[in-house]
Structure formats: structure tokens, C-alpha cells
């Protein structure tokens, strides 16, 4: 795991950059602007989180960089080189899961394994492959299971493990873990944190929860409220890892950062509900 | 390799009540005898070999109503006189007719197999080939939005049309009665197939293409392991619904078309006024009928995924 990350670094340390994204939908009732002048850095290996209310454009802003939508103005550079399209150089791990419920958890992930080494390597190799990813989220004994016979908990692991498979540059999260209980989310928000240490994966994720922001992040972006959304400000989350969530609690720096960014959601850009 | 990292959640729950018991056995001989007793399973719970409470809520109702049909059935036929036989009389006649299904003295004289089997072999030709072009018709339909709202207005009119007002096209078009029984079972039996895997290639879960997308899967991939599965249920729903269709035509196209056939039989038995072969012929088709329906649940229920 992690060969992406082992790559010498040729040209800076930028693995993602959005340059002056702007994206505008067409509706009936003429262009909707539903972000405009987003410009954001990633860097290799590192995790940033998107926060916002509902309705921000947070998700859309991923949706870009997944490549499904294609922004009306301005580019996007993955790697250095011009993002044209969805690819499975982005691991994408959806809200939903998104598991195909006709194929076990094995198959699901064989057929990221197969997209990605399936011309390369052998038959046997790519069954390890997808036996390591599903060990790697702790999945090994449910192997031949189909999705409707594991909980909603291990859906999001194997949807994780599919991501992880292909060796992606970046792995993109659309709120993972927001259908999510309160306390299957922690469980798994830690195991986030371990397979990202192994792997020093780069991330970039979505999410509404202010403590899973802040307790994942090296940098949390924050989007104000739409229509015309576009980055607010950007905190940069300095706690030393590994991070523990029982210690974080009482740690003066971690109450602090998760006061920033609450100020910057309630007071200062608080949603409007506007009247129908 | 990154095992060492990162234990199963498996794992860990088994060595923390491995620790347990360690810690356990040190303590009193008493928590040794419960923390023993606690990792002895329960007695598995032992499935009764016949369920009796359930046969007494499915069986006995069914075999109750049954039995009130021919209890009526045999009331009102037992003054006796009538053209109508009774019970016992038509399962007399059963008897004789299916101890020699297979007999045939000329064209229009032969067992009630072989009248079964006919019919069947022609509803399994219209409403094979009614298969061959609808699924991928449907499909097409499914896929190309243009299409739809070319060839729907056609199918809503089309539709509705009563099977035996297709039988003269198939006459004029064949010049045969058994090719023109076909073709109605065919373009009967065609349009559940076609709109319900046009519904279910239009109801294919955006998710599920998304990974296709996110993954850029080839057309074939994207075929063979998103559209075709996850159609599969609806499609599976309008073959049903056209074996039923194609089974309720074939009596109606074979009275007026003749040959061997069982609805022709029907006919041939009123010609020669034996009522109690016209019974036996009704319950034969609701069987058949039955039995088809019941095979293709049971692959349908292969490929329900939820």
C-alpha cells in the first residue's frame, strides 16, 4: 500500500490544486452560481476536510475534483497534470457506500482491484491485492459476504477498502460517515486515522461534523453559505499525531481549533433558512 | 503486512476475553466456575422437524376452501338430471383421461399430454421469440431517451389491443393457423417485457453508475456487471408477466385456430357436450399455469438482491 505516496516528489509538493474553480448549473429559472473563485492547495500526504452547511456546495466542489461534474470556469491540476473526467487515480468512498449488492465484498472490490492492476498482473495477485485492502479496514471475515448481510458500519469499511485497492493519488470522501451511529462513526474515525498514518494517503473530505473535522484535519476548509459559495477560510489543524480522541477532549489546542471553526459556522456565517 | 498496524476488530474483542479469563482465574475459585460457565454456548435451539403450527396457518386454510368449492360444487349438482356432471363423475373421468395421456388416433383425437404439451410448445415459441426481441428492445428503449419517446406512444397503443384482434394479421401474414397462434402469443406476451426492462434500465441507482464513472469501467464491465444485474429483477417481473399472458392467449387462439392444442380440446369436448372434460381442461390450464408462474418466482428469487 502506499506506492503512490513513495513516488519521488518531482514538482513541488502540491498533489491537488483547484485554481480559480467556478461552477454555475443551468436551471429553468436561469444560471444557478453555485460556487465561484475556489482556489485551494493540497499536499501530498495531507488531509483536509471541506465544512459548511448543508447546501454550500461542498459536495459539488468533490464532485469536481472526482471529476463526475466538470467545472464551468477555471482548472483543476491533479499531480501537476490537468484533471479531464472521473479516473481511478482518485479513490472515491461515497455516503452511500455505493456497494454493488449483487457482488460480495470481495467482488466489489475486485472490480476496482481488476480496473486498475487487471491488465498487469496476474489472476492471483489481484486477489491478494483485494484480500490486503480488505484487511487493511478489518474486513477479513466477511469476505464472501454480500453487502445486505453486513451492518451499515462495514459497508462504509469495504467502500473504504474499494478506495483504497486502486492505490489512488488522493482519496476523496464525501461524508463517509455521516449515515453513520455516533459511535460506530468514532470507531471508524479512528481507523481512518490509522490506515492514513500507514499509508500516508492524501485526503480530501467532506463533512458537517466540527470534531471529526478537527480531530482528522492537518487543514480544515471552510466554505461559506450558498448560492456563490466559496472558500471562507482555511484553519490549519497543528495537533501532533497520532491524535487520540479521549485525550483531545481536554487538550487546550484541540477546544480551541473546534472553537474557531464553530465560530466561523454559527456566528459569522450562520444559515439563513429563507422562506420558500 | 499492515496487520501489524492495524488488528481486526475480530481479534481484538478474542484477546481481550482472553484476558478476561486470565484475569479471572487468578481471582476466586468461584468467578472461575462462572467465567467458565459464561464461555459455554447455550444449547443451540433445535428446528422441530415438521412445523405444524405452520401447516395449520397456510395448509389447512387452502385445503378448507378447496374442499367448500366442491362441497357447493357437488350440492348443486346433486339432483341429478343436469347437463352438469359431478364431482365424482369428472374425477372419474379424470382418472380414465390421464391413464392414457399419450394416445393419438388421427388429428383430432389425441391424449390430453399431448394436447398440454402442444400448447406449451407453442407458447414457449411466440413468447421465446417475444424475449429475443424485447428484452434488448427494452433495453434500447431504457438506455436511448430518443427512442423512448418514439416507440412509447406506440406501445401505450398497442398495448390495450385485445389478443384474438391480432389473430387475422397473423392468418393474412402466415397463411397458417399455428404460425398465426404464434404470432399472437408474440406480439401479446411482448410488452411486459419491454416496458419493465425499459423501467429498470431508466431505475438502474445513479450510485451505481457513479462507481462506474469514478471508476471508468469499459462498456462491456458496465454492462455486464452494473446494468445487467441490477435490470435483472424488473426484468425477470415482465418475462412473469408475459408467460401469464402468453399462457391466457393460447386457449382463446387455439379455439378458433384448431389443431392440437388444449384450448382446442375445450372447444372439441363442447362439440361433443362432455362437460366433465371441459372441468378437468379448466383446472389443467390453472395448473400449468400455476406451475409456470411458481418456476419463474423461484428464479426471480435468485436474483433479488435486497
Known amino acids: 500500500m502506499g506506492a503512490a505516496a513513495m513516488k519521488p516528489k518531482i514538482n513541488g509538493r502540491s498533489m491537488l490544486q483547484i485554481n480559480d474553480v467556478g461552477m454555475v448549473f443551468p436551471t429553468k429559472r436561469g444560471p444557478f452560481v453555485a460556487l465561484r473563485d475556489i482556489s485551494l492547495n493540497v499536499e501530498r500526504g495531507q488531509f483536509v476536510t471541506l465544512i459548511g452547511h448543508s447546501g454550500c456546495g461542498k459536495s459539488t466542489l468533490l464532485n469536481l475534483v472526482s471529476g463526475l461534474t466538470t467545472p464551468t470556469s477555471g482548472v483543476l491540476l491533479l499531480d501537476d497534470r490537468e484533471l479531464k473526467g472521473p479516473g481511478p487515480d482518485r479513490g472515491v468512498v461515497f455516503q452511500n457506500h455505493s456497494l454493488l449488492p449483487w457482488l460480495s465484498c470481495h467482488g466489489n472490490v475486485l472490480l476496482a482491484v481488476e480496473r486498475v492492476f487487471g491488465e498487469k498482473e496476474s489472476k492471483a495477485r489481484l486477489h491478494e491485492r483485494t484480500l490486503a485492502a480488505l484487511e487493511l479496514v478489518g474486513m477479513s471475515h466477511a469476505v464472501a459476504k454480500r453487502p445486505h448481510e453486513i451492518s451499515g458500519g462495514m459497508k462504509q469499511r469495504v467502500g473504504i477498502a474499494r478506495a483504497l485497492a486502486m492505490e489512488p493519488k488522493m482519496l476523496l470522501m464525501d461524508e463517509p460517515f455521516g449515515a453513520l451511529d455516533a459511535l460506530t462513526r468514532a470507531r471508524l474515525q479512528d481507523e481512518l486515522l490509522k490506515i492514513v498514518a500507514g499509508t500516508n494517503a492524501t485526503v480530501l473530505m467532506v463533512t458537517h461534523d466540527v470534531d471529526e473535522a478537527v480531530l482528522l484535519s492537518d487543514r480544515i476548509v471552510m466554505m461559506t453559505n450558498g448560492p456563490a459559495a466559496t472558500i471562507g477560510e482555511a484553519l490549519r489543524v497543528d495537533l501532533p499525531r497520532p491524535r487520540d480522541r479521549v485525550a483531545l477532549a481536554e487538550d487546550r489546542d484541540y477546544v480551541q481549533y473546534r472553537k474557531e471553526v464553530i465560530d466561523f459556522l454559527y456566528m459569522r456565517h450562520s444559515h439563513v433558512e429563507r422562506a420558500a | ?306
Open chain 2, 1 to 306: 503486512m499492515v496487520s501489524a498496524v492495524f488488528h481486526s476488530p475480530l481479534e481484538a474483542s478474542a484477546a481481550l476475553r482472553a484476558a478476561k479469563a486470565c484475569a479471572a482465574t487468578r481471582a476466586t475459585g468461584a468467578a472461575v466456575v462462572t467465567a467458565t460457565q459464561a464461555a459455554t454456548p447455550p444449547a443451540p435451539y433445535k428446528e422441530p422437524l415438521i412445523d405444524w403450527r405452520a401447516i395449520g396457518r397456510t395448509v389447512l386454510p387452502a385445503v378448507a376452501g378447496i374442499g367448500l368449492l366442491i362441497g357447493i360444487w357437488a350440492l348443486a349438482t346433486s339432483s341429478g338430471g343436469g347437463s352438469f356432471p359431478t364431482p365424482w363423475a369428472t374425477f372419474e373421468a379424470a382418472v380414465k383421461l390421464f391413464s392414457d395421456p399419450f394416445y393419438s388416433k388421427g388429428p383430432n383425437d389425441q391424449g390430453i399430454g399431448w394436447n398440454i404439451l402442444y400448447s406449451l410448445e407453442r407458447v414457449g415459441l411466440g413468447f421465446g421469440l417475444a424475449a429475443i426481441v424485447g428484452i434488448p428492445l427494452g433495453f434500447l428503449i431504457g438506455r436511448f431517451a430518443t427512442l423512448n419517446s418514439m416507440v412509447s406512444p406506440l406501445i401505450s397503443l398497442l398495448k390495450p389491443v385485445s389478443p384474438l384482434a391480432w389473430l387475422p394479421i397473423g392468418l393474412l401474414v402466415f397463411k397458417a393457423a399455428n404460425p398465426a397462434a404464434i404470432w399472437t402469443i408474440f406480439i401479446c406476451s411482448i410488452w411486459p417485457m419491454v416496458i419493465n426492462t425499459a423501467v429498470g434500465v431508466q431505475r438502474v441507482p445513479e450510485d451505481y453508475l457513479n462507481v462506474a464513472r469514478v471508476l471508468k469501467l469499459s462498456e462491456w464491465k458496465i454492462a455486464t456487471r452494473i446494468l445487467l444485474p441490477s435490470v435483472m429483477p424488473y426484468m425477470l417481473t415482465g418475462v412473469r408477466l408475459s408467460v401469464g399472458t402468453a399462457w391466457l392467449v393460447i386457449v382463446a387462439a387455439e379455439m378458433l385456430t384448431g389443431g392440437v392444442g388444449i384450448g382446442f380440446w375445450v372447444w372439441d369436448e363442447w362439440n361433443n357436450l362432455n362437460v366433465a372434460h371441459i372441468i378437468i381442461a379448466i383446472f389443467v390450464i390453472g395448473i400449468v399455469g400455476l406451475l409456470l408462474e411458481w418456476a419463474l418466482m423461484a428464479v426471480a428469487k435468485r436474483f433479488d438482491y435486497s
